[in-house]
């Protein structure tokens, strides 16, 4: 199973882009999936989750501004970024709960995507 994760770059502030997610793999369905991203000499911390169903929460951080979706039919997730500012500049990493055909159910991450937002 694999997570690719891309729509990351450089935007000016008060720019918008949208990350994007999908999974791969022997994949039987998916559970929560998520967006957290890590800046540099910072741990990693959850920015959105969004479960199977289409409940979602967010960090304080970016209410009123980022918006999870997920396409279940493509097994994506993705993070649509509004009004950035240069406190949002990370490395973000898409997370998924990957229910196998023949291994244990767990936690997958993403390779990560630069978003650098300039002032």
């Known amino acids: 199973v694999q997570l690719q994760a891309s729509g990351g770059g450089l935007v000016q502030a008060g720019g918008s882009l949208r990350l994007s997610c999908t999974a791969s793999?022997?994949?039987?369905?998916?559970?929560?999936m998520g967006w957290y991203r890590q800046a540099p000499g910072k741990q990693r911390n959850l920015v959105a989750r969004?479960?199977?169903?289409?409940?979602?929460n967010y960090a304080d951080s970016v209410k009123g501004r980022f918006t999870i979706s997920r396409d279940n039919a493509k097994n994506s997730v993705y993070l649509q970024m509004n009004s950035l500012e240069p406190e949002d500049t990370a490395v973000y990493y898409c997370?998924?709960?990957?229910?196998?055909?023949?291994?244990?159910?767990?936690?997958?991450w993403g390779q990560g995507t630069l978003v650098t937002v300039s002032s």
């Open positions: 793999g022997s994949i039987f369905g998916i559970g929560d």
């Open positions: 969004i479960t199977s169903g289409g409940i979602t």
């Open positions: 997370n998924a709960y990957i229910i196998q055909t023949v291994d244990t159910p767990r936690y997958y």
